[in-house]
């Protein structure tokens, strides 16, 4: 025999290496055959159900880390809530319209004038559905749990007839119109955008001060002063209608070297200064309010008009001249002061941000282009007083990342101002993570302007409009709902193959069309408005799901987004918010917190830590990150994850290899019977768990990633595994010792199991595969532990000997460096009490402490003349008397022989007569 043949030693066949990018699929593929999505499912049915509606990503290019952030974090939350016995069905969908689709065909060289709008939505259609097919690959690969065999897709019929029918409510309220307005227009797109599809970049303008020379001053003013405006956009002189004054203000005629000039008093200094003006040789000549210069007028400095003089309380002090160039048809402002004073709307530009006819001389220039020509006018006819430039803020478009206009246009708008207090008190309704969550997005629909619903571009759905002979808008209850029928029968294709006529009810006859003809729109919706509806396209529809849904979580950027089209779309329709609760998370940054750019070659993907490491990795650096701000992420940083997956990986494997022998059902001990080492244990166990749980319903997995790295190093690892090596190697197989410690190991193992498997669902299963004794097939199918009541003063207790337990570490480690012992088994320590703490009469409660400690021997004095002082206890080290037992390795002054094996100690020898 030999003394090998005498020790219990971990037996597993869980494997010490992960080999995750070969494992993982093998794993996702056997899920795949158990079906274990639907019998999920099948063991909540009828609980209370969680919905979790997923944010539709756009289909169009492979995902970005961003992406797997999203899914990672919707596909915890779904589990931990499906193993908390909710009936938590995930249905992930697809946003599939719009201009990227349009240009990427483009791009690949699609000759999209040389077929029909039908042929050419068609090829839209096609190019959405692989890469609706491409990316839920690389989403299931990262082990997102959902219904990926049906999934929503805006493209489809069902969901485009949903669509139309919100449209149709909204519209039946009053809340849909048509007008002619200034919206944000893309040059480089053609087409108008919502405020969501706008942002804000540098952009270095000009900044030009012009005379505009006084035609009737009505009598406040001479007709030889000139009133100063400034504007940063020469372009849209052409197209100025007027001068706003504020009524409240007062301003001053004042004469410069001869020349007289109208500006607000208050920043009378700032423009001396900008025109380089001598302060000491300016006139005061008059003052005056602005409200007594109403309906004065003014020369337009190079057209044959004049621009009316108006009010306005949009007109401030914080920069210019307080006289406002006011050009309708380039700006919201002087659009809606421009229709008080009935001013007109001029707006000389094209589609693509060229002039037209109507702008004279400038004709054919593109608006940017034109800025200097035009400041090269004024100066020409003596009305440009400086020029500078200067970068500043602009909207940009955020498809193209191109400056974007004011442009008047003929669009269709969802009425916000009828609606917004309305959603205010939605989103007062609504649950928040975070405050600033919900003071972002009340103060974006307290100050969003009306919503531009229209888009000049043919991928993506019709507005179901239609025109009389006479140009009268069609757009009734039974239109509508007509052509909602017709999408859901044929899609919403059928729009452009099919005339106006037989769009239209059977029989529709209308005053407006005596002849019966009439027209359709051509413009689609805008893309927000589609996801927007996805709570009536999908939650409302989808007979699993179910509306309001308990939570959105997406990015911070969809404040702006689909957070904010999709409570407009619900409130407008139902009155209340789609959501119970909103979760949103930050932008994923490189280790240096700056932004993924190929240029930079800083940029990671899901796909390339996948196959190199595992979507488990990805999954665990989720769990490790503050996801509320914007996140990091590096190979340096991905490294330091693996390392925290692999000791994690190695306790399992630990717990796994001792609890072989060990059936629950047959060799567990009652908690009273326990050992008071498992006692404690057991207790901090459960402590874990209510954390843990706690941090799952908080949604803070950061706080789980940190909580189950302490519990596994510190209070398992650097204690009780190790303390336990002793018990479970050594002692015989059956006795109370190790049964009571086996009992709380396969506790341990298979609670946090089932904690740790929404985070890393591969690892968990594969762990759960090799747990002897347990029921279920998948660990997925399992219930959340719920934790049992702690024994407070049992875990105060025994977190003292852990205090106490470290300052002999601390001594240990002292006789170590000093070469008096080497392994921890070779001390003898002695202990008594330290200034501050009785050690004596503390440690009289305790039974084993040399195993306790780790030592071969523990003496426990009253006096201790010559040990060394630390917080709990004096501790002296010396090397333990006797010799090493050969099959414990502890020192013992003891020996003796049992059969052929020597050098035991009495433990030894009594474990090894039982097995000859």
Known sequence: MDYKDTLLMPKTDFPMRGGLPNKEPQIQEDWKEKDLFNKILEKNKGNTPFILHDGPPYANGNLHMGHALNKILKDIIVRQKAMSGYYAPYVPGWDTHGLPIEQALTNKGVKRKEMSVAEFREKCKEFALEQIELQKSDFKRLGINGDWDNPYITLKPEFEAAQIRVFGEMAAKGLIYKGKKPVYWSPSSESSLAEA??????????????????????????????FIIWTTTPWTIPSNLGIALNPQLTYVQVNVEGKKYILAEA?????????????????????????????????????????????????????????????????????????????????????????TEEAGEFAGQFYDKANKTITEKLDEVGALLKLTFFKHSYPHDWRTKKPVIFRATEQWFASISKVRQDILDAIDDTKFKVDWGKTRLYNMIRDRGEWVISRQRVWGVPLPVFYAENGEIIMTDGTINHVADLFEKHGSNIWFEREAKDLLPEGFTHEGSPNGEFTKETDIMDVWFDSGSTHRGVLETRPELSYPADIYIEGSDQYRGWFNSSITTSVATKGISPYKMLLSHGFVMDG???????SLGNVIVPDKIVKQMGADIARLWVSSVDYLADVRISNEILKQTSDVYRKIRNTFRFLLGNVSDFNPATDSVKYEDMLEIDQYMHNRLNQFIGRTLSHYEAFDYLDIYQDIQNFINVELSNFYLDYGKDILYIEQRDSLKRRSMQTVLHETLVKLVKLLAPIIPHTADEIWGHIPHVEEESVHLTNMPNPHEVDLELVEKWTTLMNMRDDVNRALEVARNEKVIGKSLEAHITLSNSQDFNVVEFLSQFQDLQQLFIVSKVDVVDELTDGVEYEYAKVKVEHAEGEKCERCWNYSEELGSVGELDNLCPRCQEVVKTLI
């Open 267 to 355: 920043l009378l200094d700032a423009v001396c200064e900008e025109l380089e003006w001598n302060k000491e040789t300016i006139v005061r000549e008059k003052e005056f309010n602005g409200a007594d210069l109403e309906y004065a007028t003014a020369q337009h400095p190079f057209i044959d008009r004049t621009s009316l003089v108006i009010l306005g309380d949009h007109v401030t002090t914080d920069a210019g001249t307080g006289c406002v160039h006011t050009a309708p048809g380039h700006g919201e402002d002087d659009y809606i002061v421009g229709q008080k004073y009935d001013l007109g709307v001029i707006s000389p530009v094209d589609d693509k941000g060229v002039f």
């Open 592 to 598: 240096e917190g700056k932004k993924m750019s190929k």
């Open 197 to 226: 599809e706008i942002e804000y970049q540098d952009k270095k303008s000009p900044s030009i001060y012009v005379a505009f020379n006084v035609v009737d001053g009505k009598g406040i003013v001479d007709e030889d002063a000139a």
